[in-house]
C-alpha cells in the first residue's frame, strides 16, 4: 500500500513569509498527525486529527501556525508569518486508529529553512 | 508530562559487535513505550513498543528492548550490528494525546 505522501519535500523562505504543507495520509486512517522536528531533536507534536476534527493542538502557535483536514483525509499545515526559528521538518503521519494502540507512519517530512 | 530522556547523543560500535541504547522514563504508571528509527532521507519507523505483559518485546530487524520498572527504562538491544542499523533512534511515551519522543541517540557502525 502506498504510504504517507508529503510536498514539497524542500523549502527555503525568507522570514515574515507564508509557506504551505501538504500530506495525504494512508488510505482509510482516521488519525492524522503533525510534527515539527528541529534539528537535534526529537519530533514534537503539534496537532493531532480524529478525522476532519481537532484532538490536540495545545503545542501549535496559533498565532502564527494553522492546520486543517478537509473531509477527513488531505492535510495542510500553514506557517505565517515564517520566523527563523521555525526552520525544521515537518513530519506528517498517520494511523489507523487512535494512539497509542494504532501504530503511525510518518512521511518523508518537508523540510524548511527560513533565512 | 510524561517524558523520556536518551542519555547518549552518539554511539559507535563496530559491525557485528552487540549494540545498547538506553532510554529512560519519567511517569507513574506503567507507560507505554515505544522504540523508533530514522534511517538517512527515511521516515521514522516504529521497531517495537511495550504496554503491557511480558517485559522483553521483540521487534523487527533483530531489535528487542527491556522494561525495568525498577530502573524506569526501556533499553533497545541488538545482538550484532549490521552496517544498515546506522541511524537514528528515539525513546518514546505516550502522554495524554500524543507521543513525547527523546532527542535521540545517534548511531555509527564502524567496519
Known amino acids: 500500500e502506498a504510504g504517507v505522501a508529503q510536498s514539497p519535500r524542500y523549502k527555503i523562505i525568507e522570514k515574515r513569509q507564508s509557506v504551505a504543507f501538504w500530506c495525504n495520509p494512508i488510505s482509510g486512517h482516521a488519525t492524522l498527525y503533525w510534527y515539527q522536528q528541529i534539528l537535534g531533536q526529537g519530533p514534537k507534536l503539534l496537532i493531532q486529527?480524529?478525522?476532519?476534527?481537532?484532538?490536540?493542538d495545545s503545542q501549535l502557535p496559533k498565532d502564527r501556525f494553522s492546520a486543517e483536514r478537509l473531509k477527513g483525509v488531505d492535510s495542510t499545515l500553514k506557517i505565517q508569518p515564517a520566523k527563523l526559528e521555525d526552520s525544521a521538518v515537518y513530519l506528517c503521519?498517520?494511523?489507523?486508529?487512535?494512539?497509542?494502540?494504532?501504530?503511525?507512519?510518518f512521511g518523508p517530512g518537508t523540510r524548511l529553512t527560513v533565512t | 508530562a510524561q517524558s523520556v530522556t536518551q542519555p547518549d547523543i552518539h554511539i559507535t560500535v563496530s559491525e557485528g559487535a552487540s549494540l545498547e541504547l538506553r532510554c529512560n522514563y519519567s511517569y507513574g504508571a506503567t507507560p507505554y513505550l515505544f522504540w523508533y528509527v530514522q534511517s538517512p532521507g527515511q521516515g521514522l519507523q516504529l521497531l517495537l513498543k511495550y504496554f503491557s505483559g511480558d517485559t522483553l518485546v521483540q521487534g523487527i530487524k533483530g531489535f528487542e528492548a527491556e522494561f525495568k520498572r525498577s530502573q524506569s527504562s526501556f533499553n533497545l538491544r541488538k545482538p550484532s550490528v549490521h552496517w544498515s542499523d546506522a541511524a537514528e533512534y528515539f525513546c518514546a511515551v505516550f502522554s495524554g494525546y500524543a507521543l513525547n519522543f527523546g532527542k535521540g541517540t545517534s548511531l555509527l557502525v564502524t567496519p
Open positions: 503521519a498517520s494511523s489507523l486508529v487512535a494512539p497509542p494502540e494504532g501504530e503511525q507512519y
Open positions: 486529527f480524529q478525522n476532519n476534527g481537532v484532538v490536540d
